[in-house]
């Protein structure tokens, strides 16, 4: 009996430690793979047309008109501006404002070759709105006065392109061409 005893000890024993036997549990891990489909984001920048605007500016300009006033203000008869730069083809009116009669004569020997004289001495407006019209197509200075207030310095000058002839040369009293080329918008006033 003592001997029965014993062996089932053993026995349990054993059956103790085996279940204590630990098992190896191999954690298999499947790696998650999650794939993760990154949808590219084709950022597809939008078709920018490109608008080229080059303005080409023609090399000849349409022609344009200038007016000159003929005026009497502040105890002086003047054309107002008394300086102006256009350019060939360029037309001229001349109105009288006040101050009446007027007329706009070039000095004969202040023209350019081939200039065209603007009024006859003997033309004159009479009247205020009065007006008188040149196209001048002929380059250079043209020195021009009224006749009847030359004397009392209403005086011009015109530079119709660029400045040449007897006009340039000297001054009695009209603006120079140089003073013409270098004022804003190319009138002297
Ligand atoms: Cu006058």
Same mark, same amino acid.
């Given at each position: 009996?003592?001997?029965?005893?014993?062996?089932?000890?053993?026995?349990?024993?054993?059956?103790?430690?085996?279940?204590?036997?630990?098992?190896?549990?191999?954690?298999?891990?499947?790696?998650?793979?999650?794939?993760?489909?990154?949808?590219?984001?084709?950022?597809?920048?939008?078709?920018?047309?490109?608008?080229?605007?080059?303005?080409?500016?023609?090399?000849?300009?349409?022609?344009?008109?200038?007016?000159?006033?003929?005026?009497?203000?502040? !105890? *002086?008869?003047?054309?107002?501006?008394?300086? $102006? @730069?256009?350019? %060939? =083809? /360029? #037309?001229?009116?001349?109105?009288?404002?006040?101050?009446?009669?007027?007329?706009?004569?070039?000095?004969?020997?202040?023209?350019?070759?081939? !200039? *065209?004289?603007?009024?006859?001495?003997?033309? $004159? @407006?009479?009247? %205020? =709105? /009065? #007006?008188?019209?040149?196209?001048?197509?002929?380059?250079?200075?043209?020195?021009?006065?009224?006749?009847?207030?030359?004397?009392?310095?209403?005086?011009?000058?015109?530079?119709?392109?660029?400045?040449?002839?007897?006009?340039?040369?000297?001054?009695?009293?009209?603006?120079?061409?140089?003073?013409?080329?270098?004022?804003?918008?190319?009138?002297?006033?």
């Amino acid at each position: 009996m003592k001997y029965l005893v014993a062996l089932l000890t053993v026995l349990l024993a054993l059956g103790l430690a085996g279940c204590g036997t630990k098992r190896v549990v191999t954690e298999t891990q499947t790696p998650r793979t999650t794939p993760q489909t990154q949808t590219p984001q084709t950022t597809t920048p939008p078709a920018q047309p490109q608008t080229t605007t080059t303005t080409t500016t023609p090399a000849t300009s349409e022609p344009k008109v200038h007016e000159i006033e003929m005026v009497f203000a502040d !105890g *002086q008869f003047k054309f107002v501006p008394r300086g $102006l @730069l256009i350019q %060939p =083809g /360029d #037309k001229v009116v001349f109105e009288t404002i006040s101050g009446p009669p007027h007329n706009a004569v070039v000095f004969p020997d202040r023209i350019p070759e081939g !200039g *065209q004289q603007f009024m006859q001495s003997s033309q $004159l @407006l009479l009247n %205020p =709105g /009065d #007006k008188f019209e040149v196209t001048i197509t002929t380059p250079g200075t043209y020195d021009y006065y009224c006749l009847p207030h030359q004397a009392l310095g209403m005086i011009g000058t015109i530079v119709v392109g660029t400045p040449g002839g007897p006009g340039s040369t000297t001054n009695t009293g009209e603006p120079t061409p140089e003073e013409v080329l270098a004022a804003p918008e190319g009138k002297v006033n």
